[in-house]
C-alpha cells in the first residue's frame, strides 16, 4: 500500500499523486453484496436544483458495509482487499464459518486469508476483530466505533482514522478522537481493532480537473468572481478581496460554532476538540 508519481508525459500526469493499489487483490465486487445507486445531480424530488456543482461522474455499485460485526462467535476468513468507489477506506471481503458474506472496513495490516472474530468476551484484541470497549485493554487504538450498542459504527471510518481507548470508569469509556476531542462512550459499544486502512489517501493528487467530473464534481464558481446580486462577496472594482468570507445567504463561513447547543450527547464530552492555531 503506497503512492506513486507518474511520469510527467502529459499535463494532467505532471502533478499527479495516485494510489499504486498493491493492496488491492480483486477487481469486481461480490455480487450479492452490492446495489444500484441514482445520483439527483443536486436535485430535489421536484426537480429543482438544490445544490450547486453537483452533477454527472462515473457510474458506481454501493457496496453493504456491515458495520454492526454481530456475528458473534462464528469465525471469518478474510477473501479479499477491494477498492471501494463510495469511500476513502478499502473495504475487505469476509467468508464466514457458516458461508455467508459480508464486506467489512479494512484495517492497516489486514491480510488476505487471515482470521477475524466478532464477540463479546474470550475474542482476542487483535487487528480486525470487534468486541465491546469494555472487552478492549486500554491504549488501543480502534475504528468504526458505536456511539449507541447495536446501531452500528458511526466514528472513525474514513482512510486512515483511530481513536485511542484512554479510560474506564463505570459504564462509560473515554476515546480520545480523530480531532483530539475527548468523548465518553457507553462500554457496551462495539469496537474495531486497529486504524482504518489506506492511511495515504490524504497524500494524492488528482492533477487534472477530469479527475474531479469523474467524481461528480462540477467547477465551482469563486463566489469574488460573481456579481454583487449573486454573492455578498462579489462585486467590486478590480480584483477585490471580498471582505470577509460568507455564504451566499451571508452567513460567516469562519469562526462560528457550528454544533448544536442542545445536542444530547455534550454531556458527553470531556474537552473539546483542540483548535489549530494560525500563523
Given at each position: 500500500?503506497?503512492?506513486?508519481?507518474l511520469n510527467p508525459v502529459?499535463?494532467?500526469?505532471?502533478?499527479?499523486?495516485?494510489?499504486?493499489?498493491?493492496?488491492?487483490?480483486?477487481?469486481?465486487?461480490?455480487?450479492?453484496?452490492?446495489?444500484?445507486?441514482?445520483?439527483?445531480?443536486?436535485?430535489?424530488?421536484?426537480?429543482?436544483?438544490?445544490?450547486?456543482?453537483?452533477?454527472?461522474?462515473?457510474?458506481?455499485?454501493?457496496?453493504?458495509?456491515?458495520?454492526?460485526?454481530?456475528?458473534?462467535?462464528?469465525?471469518?476468513?478474510?477473501?479479499?482487499?477491494?477498492?471501494?468507489?463510495?469511500?476513502?477506506?478499502?473495504?475487505?471481503?469476509?467468508?464466514?464459518?457458516?458461508?455467508?458474506?459480508?464486506?467489512?472496513?479494512?484495517?492497516?495490516?489486514?491480510?488476505?486469508?487471515?482470521?477475524?472474530?466478532?464477540?463479546?468476551?474470550?475474542?482476542?484484541?487483535?487487528?480486525?476483530?470487534?468486541?465491546?470497549?469494555?472487552?478492549?485493554?486500554?491504549?488501543?487504538?480502534?475504528?468504526?466505533?458505536?456511539?449507541?450498542?447495536?446501531?452500528?459504527?458511526?466514528?472513525?471510518?474514513?482512510?486512515?482514522?483511530?481513536?485511542?481507548?484512554?479510560?474506564?470508569?463505570?459504564?462509560?469509556?473515554?476515546?480520545?478522537?480523530?480531532?483530539?476531542e475527548l468523548r465518553m462512550?457507553?462500554?457496551?459499544?462495539?469496537?474495531?481493532?486497529?486504524?482504518?486502512?489506506?492511511?495515504?489517501?490524504?497524500?494524492?493528487?488528482?492533477?487534472?480537473?477530469?479527475?474531479?467530473?469523474?467524481?461528480?464534481?462540477?467547477?465551482?464558481t469563486r463566489p469574488v468572481?460573481?456579481?454583487?446580486?449573486?454573492?455578498?462577496?462579489?462585486?467590486?472594482?478590480?480584483?477585490?478581496?471580498?471582505?470577509?468570507?460568507?455564504?451566499?445567504?451571508?452567513?460567516?463561513?469562519?469562526?462560528?460554532?457550528?454544533?448544536?447547543?442542545?445536542?444530547?450527547?455534550?454531556?458527553?464530552?470531556?474537552?473539546?476538540?483542540?483548535?489549530?492555531?494560525?500563523?
Amino acid at each position: 500500500m503506497g503512492v506513486k508519481k507518474l511520469n510527467p508525459v502529459t499535463p494532467g500526469t505532471r502533478h499527479r499523486i495516485i494510489s499504486d493499489n498493491s493492496d488491492i487483490t480483486a477487481g469486481r465486487p461480490e455480487k450479492s453484496l452490492t446495489k444500484g445507486t441514482q445520483r439527483s445531480g443536486g436535485r430535489n424530488n421536484q426537480g429543482k436544483m438544490t445544490m450547486r456543482y453537483i452533477g454527472g461522474g462515473h457510474k458506481r455499485r454501493y457496496r453493504q458495509i456491515d458495520t454492526k460485526r454481530d456475528k458473534y462467535g462464528v469465525p471469518a476468513t478474510v477473501s479479499t482487499i477491494e477498492y471501494d468507489p463510495n469511500r476513502s477506506a478499502r473495504i475487505a471481503l469476509l467468508v464466514y464459518a457458516d458461508g455467508e458474506k459480508r464486506y467489512i472496513l479494512a484495517p492497516n495490516g489486514l491480510k488476505v486469508g487471515q482470521a477475524l472474530l466478532s464477540g463479546r468476551k474470550d475474542v482476542a484484541p487483535e487487528v480486525g476483530n470487534s468486541l465491546p470497549l469494555s472487552e478492549i485493554p486500554l491504549g488501543t487504538v480502534v475504528h468504526n466505533i458505536e456511539l449507541r450498542p447495536g446501531k452500528g459504527g458511526a466514528i472513525a471510518r474514513s482512510a486512515g482514522t483511530f481513536a485511542q481507548l484512554s479510560a474506564r470508569e463505570g459504564k462509560y469509556a473515554t476515546l480520545k478522537m480523530p480531532s483530539g476531542e475527548l468523548r465518553m462512550v457507553l462500554t457496551s459499544c462495539m469496537a474495531t481493532v486497529g486504524t482504518v486502512g489506506n492511511s495515504e489517501h490524504m497524500l494524492q493528487r488528482s492533477g487534472k480537473a477530469g479527475r474531479s467530473r469523474w467524481l461528480g464534481r462540477r467547477p465551482r464558481t469563486r463566489p469574488v468572481a460573481m456579481n454583487p446580486v449573486d454573492h455578498p462577496m462579489g462585486g467590486g472594482e478590480g480584483r477585490a478581496s471580498g471582505g470577509h468570507p460568507r455564504s451566499r445567504n451571508g452567513i460567516f463561513a469562519k469562526g462560528q460554532k457550528t454544533r448544536r447547543p442542545k445536542n444530547q450527547s455534550n454531556k458527553l464530552i470531556i474537552e473539546r476538540a483542540k483548535r489549530k492555531k494560525r500563523a
